[in-house]
């Protein structure tokens, strides 16, 4: 079975300053990985996904991730953070060739960015 | 407003009382997904149609719990004698099958809070 770890539940940072959430993951075989954000009363909002070629992949937002099979991490990263990237991220696995398509999810990491 | 849409966003129930969500997923979408969200954690997978089969359920979907897809559009999510455990918010997601398997990503309605009083 997959798993997905994001080992911070809290992440602060300045604005301006670069933001990285972890995330890593276990699945057999290999993932597709997807970061998802979500807002106060708001559904998850997709912002992200690698599925092949490029380990660096550019997502909504000025949001960035890099895929790292070697240490099977998938860090969201962004190079300046803004008050209003303040919110809920989560990180989701899946495996290639999962008939069905569905999401493992991390426990979620709540992003601070502070004035 | 084409995204993914659940209704009603807030049902507060009391123990022992039935209630049923509904989801209207993005038209182009045969891939409909239900997951549940408790407080502080991450979305747990429910189940899965695709168009109007469910094709896999989750162990945590108890048989107080059926999930129906009728016509490959819409899908109704029932808790049957709703205990205080039941308490969080349950998710919709939609997608479609996309050129490689299993390459698309799900887009998610606003959820709907289901608290059991």
């Known amino acids: 079975a997959q798993s997905v770890a994001q080992p911070e539940d809290q992440v602060n940072v300045a604005e301006g300053n670069p933001l990285t959430v972890k995330c890593t993951y276990s699945?057999?075989?290999?993932?597709?990985l997807f970061w998802y954000v979500q807002y106060p009363n708001r559904g998850l909002q997709f912002l992200l996904k690698?599925?092949?070629?490029?380990?660096l992949v550019k997502g909504s937002y000025g949001f960035e991730a890099e895929f790292n099979k070697s240490q099977t991490s998938f860090h969201l990263k962004k190079p300046s953070a803004l008050v209003s990237d303040s919110a809920l991220y989560f990180c989701a696995v899946r495996p290639v060739g999962n008939a069905g398509n569905m999401l493992t999810f991390g426990g979620g990491t709540r992003l601070m960015v502070k004035p | 407003d084409t995204g993914v849409s659940q209704n009603p966003r807030h049902k507060i129930t009391k123990r022992g009382q039935n209630v049923t969500f509904r989801c209207d997923p993005i038209s182009e979408h045969n891939r409909l997904y239900w997951y549940r969200q408790t407080l502080g954690q991450g979305p747990e997978f429910l189940t899965y149609?695709?168009?109007?089969?469910?094709?896999?359920k989750s162990r945590l979907l108890s048989d107080r719990f059926s999930a129906e897809r009728p016509k490959g559009s819409f899908s109704t999510l029932e808790i049957q004698r709703t205990e205080q455990g039941d308490s969080a918010m349950y998710l919709c997601?939609?997608?479609?099958?996309?050129?490689?398997?299993?390459?698309?990503?799900?887009?998610f309605g606003q959820g709907t809070r289901l608290t059991v009083v």
């Open positions: 997601a939609s997608s479609s099958q996309g050129a490689i398997w299993g390459n698309t990503e799900a887009f």
């Open positions: 690698y599925i092949t070629g490029d380990n």
């Open positions: 699945v057999s075989g290999n993932p597709y």
């Open positions: 149609f695709q168009n109007e089969a469910q094709l896999e």
